[in-house]
């Protein structure tokens, strides 16, 4: 049976969306779980509905949190395959039935879709090569003006010309949508709870890369996520879990990288400051 693992947290219409575009042509079922959302009726309407389980955390503890909570009930439920997604995720036709067969074909152990924005635009957040700390110093210094002249890393970081394959092999996917099979569970699960949110796709694709799994891309798998291109625009919070998991995870898996971690640390301060300050300024006007 296949289990499909989705965390929400307000966002209810985005929520709904998602259910409804869940077609699955193999036994599943639905694990909600709420992050401790401010009341809403639709939560009542999930509890009715046919093939969804919807738990209610008594606390926000977060992406890895909440998706440990649906794990283990699907777990329970003796589901063999996973799939792992946000709320405003929207699975086009035949895309979940698409991302599960390489896994019942035992081809791969974790496999991710290609990701879409809602201008038509291809989600660049492939790991297509493994990070490292050094990969991470040449991916910061490689970012904005510099990423016009050296694009190299960046190219082989979002499978730049490996787009055009139906699928291909990755260090990492998308945390905002993927699957995998009990093995991985076995192996690289649950999710480590030290992390809030961002970067818990690292955590696991290099978890996974030491212990031997397969990753790939499945082009034939398509998903839009609604909320993709926010991130452009993101707030001091996010950008302050985003740092912290960074460093988290630098420190975990690379521990005899001292020095470049902290350097990592430093390089991401001055935008840390810059988005906590401007959210500051703009919420006086």
Known sequence: MLGI????????????NCIQSIVVNMPYRIYIVDNLSKPNLYANELTKL??????????????SFGNNLGLTCAVNDRCEYFVISNTDIIFESNSIDNL????????????????????????EE?????????????????????GLIFK???????????????????YGVSGCCFAFNKLTFEKVLPFDENIFLYNEEWLLSEKSFRNGLRIIINNKSNVLHMHGATTQNIKSFSYYCFVKSEFYVLRTLFPNYFIL????LIMRLPKLLFVYFNEKLINKL
């Open 5 to 16: 693992i989705i965390v929400n947290y307000n966002d209810w219409d985005n929520l709904r």
């Open 50 to 63: 046919e093939n969804v389980t919807y738990i209610q955390s008594a606390i926000n503890g977060g992406y």
């Open 100 to 123: 599960v067969q390489p896994l019942l074909s035992k081809f791969c152990d974790i496999i991710g879709p290609r990701v879409f924005l809602p201008n038509g635009d291809k989600q």
């Open 126 to 146: 492939i790991l297509g090569i493994r990070v490292t700390p050094i990969t991470k110093i040449k991916l910061i210094f490689n970012s904005g003006f510099n």
């Open 152 to 170: 190299n890393i960046r190219n082989k970081f979002n499978n730049v010309d490996r787009n055009n394959s139906d699928s291909y092999p990755v």
């Open 261 to 264: 971690n902290v350097i990592i």
